[in-house]
């Protein structure tokens, strides 16, 4: 079973930017996208980015597209979340998802998640 692990959360400041990652256990060649979603209080879970694990390809909410940017290091088995701009309302607790199923890209639908990492950004 994959394992995904989110360091990086905290509290950060309006305006600050914030540098999240997530490393995954995914043996090599079965993950074919990775992204990332995020809960705010009394929210939803919403999804904000997507990344095609063997092109780089990316896919972003329209809300999240600008401020937000996704990467990965296939030799490390990691992906990152780069959001700029911090504003209170990107409070949430912030979601690392591995696929290992061929979707398309903009799909919501993921195999494997992380426990979450809080990310607070005071006004």
């Known amino acids: 079973q994959v394992q995904l692990v989110e360091p990086g959360g905290g509290m950060v400041k309006a305006g600050d930017s914030l540098r999240l990652s997530c490393a995954s256990s995914?043996?090599?060649?079965?993950?074919?996208?990775m992204g990332w979603f995020r809960q705010a209080p009394g929210k939803a879970r919403e999804f904000v980015a997507a990344?095609?694990?063997?092109?780089?390809?990316?896919y972003y909410s329209p809300s999240a597209h600008g401020r937000v940017t996704i990467s990965r290091d296939n030799a490390k088995n990691m992906v990152y979340l780069q959001i700029d701009s911090l504003k209170p309302e990107d409070t949430a607790v912030y979601y690392c998802?591995?696929?290992?199923?061929?979707?398309?890209?903009?799909?919501?639908?993921?195999?494997?998640w992380g426990p979450g990492t809080q990310v607070t950004v005071s006004s």
């Open positions: 990344i095609d694990w063997r092109f780089a390809n990316t």
């Open positions: 995914a043996r090599p060649y079965t993950t074919y996208r």
């Open positions: 998802a591995q696929d290992d199923v061929l979707r398309d890209i903009a799909s919501t639908a993921f195999t494997a």
